[in-house]
């Protein structure tokens, strides 16, 4: 803003201006609809954005399959170690290769610290994470999670 | 307009007809005492209720919702604590004065609470120099504060009540100038005639421009008095943790608090009396139907609807404004505030010379 010289009278009526200026916006934020939200009480209607990470999840389709193929990129991905993959090795019976299957997929829900990096480094968009976030329980054991089914 | 002497009278010679005539006055003198503190903290919860809620709206929040329904019990609850936390003692304060401070303080709002004419017939004190009076009781708050400042022994206890000292002496003149300004307008310092006075028009639109004028200056300079606002720089949370009574616990603490509190009460109160019309209903000369309408709304509604109007102006210019520094305060109180309210007595004088008035 230019610095001006100010004679004493429009000091007062600039004052007078901006301070009625703060006191309009202030107005105006005392009618809008409160923010607030009612935690528990509002279970029903409660709106959690998209991309809130709240727990990692594998989707499966109607036939119970999930489309990871065990190459370990979101375990290596992983700042916490929070995931560790199980594999073994089939033989595909077609062509006689070995292949890598997935046996479990265990997840540490108290180490995770919501960094995306799995599913950014996933290949094949095998986990994302989902909205729920009531994850408190009374043991932590019960943190540890298997995703495939 | 109904008339609360009928009533006051009334029991008055009810007592008088069974107990002599001394023992009356003194029955009555404690049965003020006691409505007048009843009054004063049930005003206090009600307000204490009334901030939390008005500055979470203004900060888009809720407030308290939890405790009873739509959180009426969190100030009860809140005062409760208050109550049975432990009264602490320090070594090296000076005990007397550091016990003594709180209570000054209280004593001085709990004075001109009740010289408030609450209603018609219903003033405690009603006598020729009333607002002067007002204006007297009001300002030796501040001892208690410089008091409780220097016998924590702690500096930034000092620093507040230093600030406060500062402030509070610039301000009183300011809140001196723009009653003076209305004083000249009524032509009385009785509260009871001041409300009596505005019977046909309040003060403000009878005054027109310098009572508006007045209206304002009175605004900024009663949230200076009162510590609030812009102007709580000798609590300053940020700067001096809890300012003048940062070594104060339990009820000591409460007491100041309360106090706080109720001076933004007495402020806005005295505002509503002298600028409002006190208790008196809105008259617009001319349209007697509307008038005589009015008049069914008992006076207590129309005292506190004023009052309670001028404190969410109040709170609403607090929840706005970031704190002022302490030579910013000064600047604004001795540079600006005065030199307006003086011109603006001239001003208002001139116009009650010449009638220029509605």
């Known amino acids: 803003m230019k610095r001006e010289r100010y004679t004493y009278l429009s000091t007062v009526t600039f004052a007078l201006k901006s301070l009625l200026s703060g006191l309009k916006v202030t107005l105006t934020e005392f009618f809008t609809p409160k923010v607030t939200e009612q935690y528990p009480e509002n279970r029903k209607t409660l709106k959690i954005s998209e991309r809130h990470r709240a727990r990692l999840t594998m989707p499966h389709d109607e036939n119970g399959a999930n489309r990871c193929i065990a190459c370990g990129l979101c375990q290596n991905a992983c700042p916490n170690g929070s995931i560790s993959i199980v594999t073994k090795s089939v033989t595909d019976e077609e062509t006689g290769k070995s292949k890598k299957v997935l046996v479990s997929y265990e997840y540490d829900l108290g180490c995770c610290m919501f960094c995306q990096l799995c599913v950014n480094a996933c290949p094949k968009n095998a986990i994302e994470f989902c909205n729920d976030f009531e994850n408190a329980v009374y043991d932590r054991k019960k943190l540890v999670q298997k995703l495939n089914r | ?358």
Not at chain 2, 186 to 209: N, P, Y
């Open chain 2, 1 to 358: 307009m109904y008339d609360f002497s009928i009533i006051t009278t009334a029991i008055d010679q009810f007592l008088r007809s069974l107990m002599p005539s001394a023992l009356a006055t003194f029955l009555e003198c404690v049965l003020i005492a006691v409505c007048v503190l009843v009054a004063y903290v049930l005003l206090a919860i009600v307000m204490i209720f009334m901030e939390r809620k008005v500055c979470a709206a203004f900060q888009c929040r809720l407030g308290p919702m939890r405790v009873g329904f739509w959180g009426l019990l969190q100030v009860f609850a809140d005062v409760f604590k208050m109550i049975i936390k432990e009264i602490i003692d320090f070594k090296r304060t000076d005990n007397l004065l550091y016990n003594l401070a709180p209570f000054l303080v209280v004593l001085s709002s709990v004075l001109t609470f009740s010289c408030l004419p609450f209603a018609n017939g219903i003033e405690v004190l009603d006598f020729n120099v009333g607002l002067f009076f007002i204006m007297a009781t009001s300002s030796f708050g501040v001892l208690g504060i410089m008091l409780a400042g220097w016998s924590s022994n702690n500096k930034f206890s000092m620093i507040g009540a230093m600030r406060s000292g500062a402030q509070m002496v610039s301000y009183e003149l300011s809140i001196g100038l723009s009653m003076l300004t209305l004083v000249a307008l009524s032509g009385t310092l009785q509260l009871s005639e001041i409300v009596a006075r505005q019977a046909d028009m309040w003060f403000i639109f009878k005054g027109h421009l310098p009572a508006l004028t007045a209206f304002i200056i009175y605004l900024i300079a009663g949230n200076a008095e009162t510590n609030r606002g812009p102007f709580d720089l000798p609590e300053a949370e940020s700067e001096l943790t809890a300012g003048y009574h940062t070594e104060y616990s339990g009820m000591g603490f409460g007491f100041f608090y309360v106090a706080e509190f109720m001076n933004l009460f007495i402020v806005s109160g005295i505002a509503a009396t002298i600028f409002l019309g006190g208790w008196m209903p809105l008259h617009v000369p001319g349209l007697d139907a509307f008038n005589a309408t009015m008049d069914y709304i008992p006076g207590p509604v129309w005292f506190f609807g004023k009052t309670f109007f001028v404190i969410w102006l109040l709170m609403w210019i607090k929840w706005t404004f970031p704190r002022l520094r302490i030579d910013q305060v000064i600047t604004l109180e001795w540079k600006y505030l005065m030199p307006i309210g003086l011109v603006n007595l001239l001003i208002m004088t001139l116009c009650v010379v010449m009638g220029w008035t509605f």
